[in-house]
């Protein structure tokens, strides 16, 4: 069993732009591959977990987050970093399109998403960490018995001014994903 660590995708690895349609604006954090390159030689799985509800408002598609995802891989991995799995949850509860207007147990915090990753790899929860910009995130941790982390990048500080300055439920607020990764590190 190995410890994991699932990532947010948009406002945590890349700046969020609302709801991403086209590849041309997608835009790194400039710490975003250094710190799934620490990720994987420590050891960890690495995956990413984003709610993609873009997909059932009809504001995207399915293949064009497959093929956003795999365009990340390429990036990472052309840096040597890599990501073991990247999952996404295409429901919204005012979907447009009727087969994703569903009460899914894949939308953050919802489960499912870890749950695929657990179908996929041999993961220690007790021993892995939720990295994200939103309550949802960190409530993702603790659900599954991991430990939740918030970023403060993309909403990430509005939700800590939400919440009163701490976030419930977080093991720690960092800074963006460098920071909290060297603290997952740390804490290992």
Known sequence: ?????????????????????????????????????????????????????????????????????????????????????????????????????????????GRGMIDQALADHAIDLAKSFTIGDKAIDVALGTGVGARGILVRTGYGEAQLEKFGGAMPGAAYVADDLMSAVSWILRSS
């Open 1 to 109: 069993m190995t410890p994991a660590v699932f990532i947010d995708r948009d406002g945590t690895m890349i700046q969020d732009v609302g709801y991403l349609s086209r590849a041309a604006d997608i835009t790194w954090y400039p710490w975003t591959i250094d710190a799934i390159r620490l990720l994987n030689r420590a050891g960890f799985v690495v995956c990413v977990t984003t709610n993609q509800g873009g997909i059932g408002l009809g504001h995207t598609t399915e293949a064009f987050v497959r093929e956003t995802h795999a365009g990340m891989a390429r990036v990472l991995g052309d840096a040597g970093a890599r990501v073991d799995g990247w999952y996404y949850c295409p429901h919204h509860p005012d979907a447009i399109v009727p087969a994703l207007k569903i009460d899914c147990a894949c939308r953050k915090p």
